[in-house]
């Protein structure tokens, strides 16, 4: 059975950085595309950054491009999402999640496997 736990999240203060793995087991996702999402209170899952299966094509969300960036090593089956110059609006619930058609994409009904979340809190 496919698991996805995430782990790194936490509570900083504004313009901290961070760094969020998400390790997965009970496949082969070599050829998977995977994806960070968020989703704070009140509102929808918005998405944040999509790396595909060889780590060569990337997409990130507006409201993080330029601070973040994700990356994977194939080896360990895991995906990081490292933050830069946090901000209180990146407060949110993070959520990794895996698409076995490989493809890089930010919509989320393109993912079938997700994680539990971990919280991450920017304090102002």
């Known amino acids: 059975q496919v698991q996805l736990v995430e782990s790194g999240g936490g509570l900083v203060q504004t313009g901290d950085s961070l760094r969020l793995s998400c390790a997965a087991s009970?496949?082969?996702?070599?050829?998977?595309?995977m994806g960070w999402f968020r989703q704070a209170p009140g509102k929808e899952r918005e998405f944040v950054a999509a790396?595909?299966?060889?780590?060569?094509?990337?997409a990130y969300g507006d409201s993080v491009k330029g601070r973040s960036s994700i990356s994977r090593d194939g080896a360990k089956n895991t995906v990081y999402l490292q933050m830069n110059s946090l901000k209180p609006e990146d407060t949110a619930v993070y959520y990794c999640?895996?698409?076995?058609?490989?493809?890089?994409?930010?919509?989320?009904?393109?993912?079938?496997?997700w994680g539990q979340g971990t919280q991450v809190t920017v304090s102002s």
């Open positions: 999640a895996a698409n076995r058609y490989s493809a890089v994409t930010a919509a989320l009904t393109a993912y079938q496997y």
């Open positions: 009970g496949g082969t996702f070599s050829g998977y595309a």
């Open positions: 790396i595909n299966w060889s780590g060569r094509s990337t």
